[in-house]
């Protein structure tokens, strides 16, 4: 082994949320347009955020989605997982947890501290400009497959390099 696979991995971890309208069509995005230092500034992306010390992912996910929407989630399935390398505006390295919403209760803010927030066609949700990765995973969090995704896509310069995943 090199000296790089003998480092400890030590990855922010996260969650990342779609919340699925009731017909089935539309998912619930953050437009995120609020803060000018924000990496993901101009980009649309789902919900969701970094896990804290003392909570589990499913937990992350629920309290990410009630700050940021306002919605409280009824149900929640876990469609993937990602590792993230070199991801980071600093070259951080991420493990996200990815999830589908598909019931909830309440209305939806129109908008939160990193953006606004608004409804868009699962067919038209690649359009919008978003990071170039979530093109590869984006189908496997939305198709009728019920195995859970995991993949890793290293980034380098704010670019994925290279995505693979497996289906378990």
């Avoid at 970094?50 to 149900?75: F, H, N, P, W």
Wanted: net charge negative; glycine share 12%.
């Amino acid at each position: 082994m090199d000296s790089k696979t003998q480092e400890m991995y030590l990855p922010i971890i996260g969650t990342l949320g779609y919340i699925l309208s009731p017909d089935g069509r539309e998912t619930l995005l953050v437009h995120r347009n609020a803060r000018n230092t924000d990496q993901h500034l101009g980009k649309y992306n789902g919900l969701g955020g970094k896990m804290l010390a003392d909570e589990d992912v499913m937990t992350c996910m629920r309290r990410e989605i009630y700050g940021e929407s306002g919605l409280e989630c009824t149900q929640i399935h876990l469609r993937g997982t990602i590792n993230w390398t070199g991801f980071g505006p600093h070259g951080e390295n991420w493990l996200g947890f990815i999830f589908l919403i598909t019931a909830f209760n309440g209305i939806p803010k129109q908008s939160n501290e990193e953006g606004t927030l608004a409804w868009f066609l699962l067919s038209e949700m690649t359009d919008l400009p978003m990071w170039e990765g979530d093109r590869f995973f984006l189908p496997l969090v939305f198709d009728r497959d019920p195995r859970i995704f995991h993949g890793y896509m290293p980034y380098e310069n704010g670019k994925p390099v290279s995505w693979s995943y497996c289906r378990l």
